[in-house]
Nanobody, 129 residues
Framework: QVQLVESGGGLVQAGGSLKLSCAFI????????IGWFRQAPGKEREAISC????????YYTDSVKGRFSISRNTARNTIFQQMNSLKPEDTATYYCAPDFDTSCQWYLSPRSYKYLEVWGQGTLVTVSA
């Protein structure tokens, strides 16, 4: 019913920038929030950004705050994540995921990924030193 397709990943040097896209296929209006996760090898999937679909406000985890920015193109049903000042520790597979609830505070909490049902295939971001 709902499908997500992430794109825009690739290889970039430290200090560089990259913009990820998430095509949302389906009814976004049934969800309260949407955001981005990432998963590095050997680590749990972690939420890094969240956009409230109620009022458009955005939230970030401390590790990316000031460097990453989530946004939405409502006409195209597309979610973006602009990533600046990239660091080698940003290397991971990045996913977008919607949540029925409206709480970005919960969305960004540890292990929230275990309770979300819809995922895309992810897009790999590699940052070289």
């Amino acid at each position: 019913q709902v499908q997500l397709v992430e794109s825009g990943g690739g290889l970039v040097q430290a200090g560089g920038s990259l913009k990820l896209s998430c095509a949302f296929i389906g009814d976004m209006a049934q969800y309260g929030a949407i955001g981005w996760f990432r998963q590095a090898p050997g680590k749990e999937r972690e939420a890094i950004s969240c956009l409230s679909l109620e009022d458009g406000t955005t939230y970030y985890t401390d590790s990316v705050k000031g460097r990453f920015s989530i946004s939405r193109n409502t006409a195209r049903n597309t979610i973006f994540q602009q990533m600046n000042s990239l660091k080698p520790e940003d290397t991971a597979t990045y996913y977008c995921a919607p949540d029925f609830d409206t709480s970005c505070q919960w969305y960004l909490s540890p292990r929230s990924y275990k309770y979300l049902e819809v995922w895309g295939q992810g897009t790999l971001v590699t940052v070289s030193a």
